[in-house]
């Protein structure tokens, strides 16, 4: 592993945070499967499999909503040319976050099971996804601010439009989360959307002088 | 971690896209045995945990064929140069894929000791096994289409060779798994046929000029 | 990899040793949501939540000072040149307490949860930082004493500070766990006190001749 | 990552293998943990967390002894510049072996607390290690078998010695397993001198005209 990226008076690489970060990432994604509980066995287990559905939606949603965070999250390290203290601790409250989301997911998946607390649990997994985004841009407004731990060749304006995506992340998740109490499929549509946007619109580029 | 794999407009390197699959894959691969349920404790342990084979089956069948997903995976980013967002949501969905086989797998395993709903759990694991296929398959599409994201060395008969490869998995699958309504058995012996062809079989080097 | 930090007679390198333990790290902070329950359901499911505070300050507080632990091991092996078997020895039992760290968060939140056994849950949890924070200590004792595994261009003064710094962790915890008879809550500002203090306090880099 | 260890026909290089396994042996490792349950809240919970010694033993003992593995499959992959396809599944079975620990590790440690069947235990206990052992041997001997795919500076002694040494694990293994019809805890026994016979002797670097 190369030093290079290691800044300021930490021991810690920017490499290392991002793979640390990146192991956080593949492990909450991958434990969301632990929560899918095996049908129970009443009837033919086929049926008991369907009435499961919320399951399988919650986990998917999960799933890739962690993915684009995870790629977003890439985007901004590739921007990064060191860390300092406070970038390390922003990112693992990130993380915190990001780890946690298996929670809310079981409280969202049984709701939709049962019939019972939709609104509830539809807000808490919200709370979760907004606290993410606003952590997230923490994390931005951070690293561009004053741009010391910027690498240099990233061009201004992309600083700017960077900062106003990852703001419309959370902004749009506490918008659309209230929505759970007139009718909680209104959030959940929400939530794609959101998937959606995050998903076909990359980061761009945007290195000054760059193709 | 060099930047030199780093293509298009996503700030992910495909570097990076092949650790954090490798992370998905070998953590989906370990969780597989926290859904071996300790035998219940009637009777003699021995015959408690005899009775228990089909886990330890479906444990291996899964753990294995797991690892031939890796495999394979790795020798279609050994050809990669570089990676778009196409490629990553290809990708992701693959992994959501991947990582959710620990829950076909308890199904089969249940069905197997209760010797109830054997056709259901089977065609759930084979449905799971289709739809992989079919996500690596379109990975591999993507990747090959017009050469853009290949390295330039591949030779164009190695690319027409993968690609009938990776179909063969999902069609075979799709083949053996509506076996299960005569006997069970003679969808996990395909199983076993199909772990043995992409194991012993490597992905052929194949670069033009190679040795 | 490079082989360069591959010292004396064992086949380990410490860039392989420092991976190693950030996977254990990942882990370990990201297993710590499986163990938060999902709330009972009887009455409003907003009460069952509000009523698991416990588990959610217990997962914070495993969480970030795991996180702590993180960072500064990762200022360890920022110094340290090679590897030897004792060092490999020391670092697993460093490990082995961290990933034993899920266990005594459980029983912390319990014993709040319920208002029973809260001294020793407190007494379990505390022994385990004392025991973690002794191993790093003998970490980085057995790294520094000879200066046979360290960088050559870490200066003496930095190491005499690291070592108090790290002698600082595990003396503080043994002081304000048995706080916990007089009353348990004293026992977890103390945790959030030394959090603050490793959190804001980095390890200098202190090279001699450094910036 | 360089490609450099790409050996024959396979697209994947030695780093990858040895990263992949590392990955497995971390999340084995981890997983140990959640294996111990939560004691019993009948009586004080101290007394509880007492009775529940040989979790915590059996937790301690596996955790070592992967460590041990893990640190000897380094030593092995040190000596390796290529990988064919037999290696990656001599290596993926022994993989399987090692994530499959934490089933029999609760199986001995249930024995333990309940005092009943500690024979069978101890014996699924020991042939998870005699299997593990033999296929750790299996890839050593299809490493250095005719020395195809180890790099060229490896001395012909120190294959001897390697192969000797990894030979003993599972022969001693298989020789104090059989000690539990005896006393189950001659068993335990022999595992900590094995643990400490393969702690303590380091895997000798030995290239030839090496220090």
Redesign the interface.
């Known amino acids: 592993?190369a030093d290079g990226g290691?800044g300021?008076?930490?021991?810690?690489s920017s490499?290392?945070v991002e793979?640390?970060s990146?192991?956080?990432?593949?492990?909450?994604?991958?434990?969301?499967?632990?929560d899918?509980r095996?049908?129970a066995?009443s009837g033919?287990?086929?049926d008991a499999?369907l009435r499961q559905w919320p399951s399988f939606v919650a986990?998917?949603l999960s799933?890739?909503l962690i993915?684009v965070v995870?790629?977003n999250h890439?985007?901004?390290?590739?921007?990064i040319a060191r860390v300092d203290?406070a970038l390390?601790?922003l990112n693992?409250l990130l993380?915190?976050d990001v780890?946690?989301?298996?929670?809310p997911t079981?409280?969202l998946a049984?709701?939709l099971v049962?019939g019972?607390?939709e609104v509830?649990?539809a807000v808490?997994y919200g709370a979760t996804l907004v606290v993410g985004g606003v952590l997230f841009e923490a994390v931005w407004l951070h690293v561009s601010r004053r741009r010391r731990l910027l690498r240099a060749d990233v061009a201004p304006e992309v600083v700017r439009a960077m900062g106003r995506r990852f703001l419309g992340g959370p902004l749009f998740c506490a918008l659309i989360t209230p929505l759970a109490f007139v009718q909680v499929g209104l959030t959940l549509a929400g939530y794609l959307i959101l998937l959606t946007y995050f998903?076909?619109t990359?980061?761009?580029?945007g290195r000054t002088g760059g193709s």
């Open positions: 592993m290691t300021g008076s930490v021991g810690v490499d290392r793979s640390f990146d192991a956080v990432f593949a492990i909450a994604i991958t434990l969301l499967v632990l899918i095996q049908p066995r033919p287990l086929w499999i986990y998917a799933f890739l993915g995870w790629v890439h985007a901004v390290f590739h921007f203290l390390i601790w693992l993380l915190l780890a946690f989301m298996p929670y079981v409280l049984d709701a049962s019972r607390d509830t649990a808490c998903g076909v990359a980061v761009r580029e």
